[in-house]
């Protein structure tokens, strides 16, 4: 993929206020943990999360998509209609039907010609997003559009605490494949991209490349479609160390089709956003791509895994914290299950 009349002119992110700890997390899973006699702190000793957020109780998911779109809008310096294209590409969504991209064209009062629909990728959904809107872009299709997500962790964490609480059968091994659901936090994101006639920012974006393993797109699943709302009951199991190593194998396949596609080197990126999993797959993945890992924004420590809006959000918090001046090149490093990996070059 290369893109030559394609600029982002806005990356922007809303948190949740509400912080709960690793800690806190174990005491919920108290009678786990005393059954079983494992000890605290192996949470975060495993993950690296000293924390995640959750939205307040009753959040819907188009609600904070919203509210991180006005932001990028706002940032971007344009009006609701200028904007051609709406997707939303979270996982978590306000219903199964219709698309929760409806409910935020409501809340941002987007035209009525403005194009809109949900993407599912799971955790690379926006970059799924940006590609389909780039793609419009580039081919005279739309001006301006934006691409949003909002994920809420709220109902899936909660959810597993309870079962592995109520069930007395399950042994240290059976929990393993429940422990990425505990590493997930809430956020929201949004995207403005437009075509480079009409850009204020100038911020391009080049182009990328997407490689899939879908053999192995059993090695994390969610068990029901219903929505990510409070009332929901979604569960995740997670093969995570065989999830890890062919995730690991994709990611650096695709990288050098990156690396070949855009002309680039391993050093040509001044700084790399990667989806946020934890600690172990940090180290693992820059070592597999031999990558310098001091060039890496992470947000992870604090934030947790926010699916599909971890990548994005971690571009604009780093962006935010100065680790992107003008004319630097960054690479957005997207990893989902799936398995499927999309890694986007950007010149700043």
């Given at each position: ?19 709960v ?26 993950s690296?999360?000293?924390e ?5 109780d ?65 955790c ?7 590609i ?11 001006q ?6 909002g ?33 997930i936090?809430?956020?929201?994101t ?12 100038g ?18 699943r ?14 995740m ?11 690991l ?48 924004f992470?947000t992870?420590?604090?934030l947790?895994?926010?699916g599909s ?17 003008r ?13 499927n ?8």
């Amino acid at each position: 993929m290369r893109y030559t009349d394609v600029c982002i002119e806005a990356f922007s992110y809303l948190l949740p206020s509400r912080i709960v700890t690793s800690g806190t997390i174990e005491k919920w899973l108290k009678p786990l943990y005393d059954r079983l006699g494992l000890p605290e702190g192996r949470l975060e000793l495993i993950s690296g999360i000293k924390e995640r957020r959750f939205w307040q109780d009753g959040t819907m998911p188009s609600e904070v998509s919203a509210l991180a779109g006005q932001r990028a809008i706002e940032q971007a310096g344009l009006t609701p209609d200028d904007l051609e294209c709406l997707f939303h590409c979270a996982v978590s969504r306000d219903f199964v039907e219709p698309a929760t991209s409806t409910a935020v064209h409501r809340r941002l009062g987007l035209p009525a010609r403005a194009l809109n629909f949900d993407i599912s990728n799971a955790c690379l959904g926006v970059l799924s997003g940006m590609i389909m809107l780039a793609n419009m872009i580039q081919l005279g299709q739309a001006q301006a559009g934006i691409v949003v997500a909002g994920e809420n962790a709220n109902s899936l964490v909660k959810g597993t605490v309870e079962r592995l609480n109520q069930d007395a059968a399950l042994t240290r091994r059976d929990i393993k494949s429940h422990f990425a659901s505990l590493t997930i936090g809430s956020a929201a994101t949004a995207v403005v991209l437009t075509h480079r006639s009409c850009s204020r920012a100038g911020h391009r974006l080049l182009g990328g490349m997407h490689s899939a393993c879908t053999d192995h797109n059993h090695l994390c699943r969610g068990s029901e479609d219903s929505g990510m709302t409070d009332a929901s009951s979604p569960e995740m199991r997670t093969d995570g160390e065989e999830l890890l190593r062919r995730g690991l194998d994709v990611a650096a396949e695709t990288w050098d089709l990156t690396k070949a596609e855009l002309g680039w080197a391993d050093d040509t990126p001044r700084t790399f956003f990667c989806h946020q999993v934890g600690r172990t797959h940090r180290e693992q993945l820059y070592a597999r791509l031999n990558l310098d890992m001091a060039r890496d924004f992470s947000t992870f420590e604090h934030l947790g895994n926010c699916g599909s809006a971890s990548l994005p959000l971690t571009a604009a918090m780093g962006i935010e914290a100065g680790r992107v001046e003008r004319g630097d090149r960054f690479a957005l490093l997207g990893i989902g299950s799936g398995i499927n990996c999309t890694m986007l070059g950007i010149e700043w």
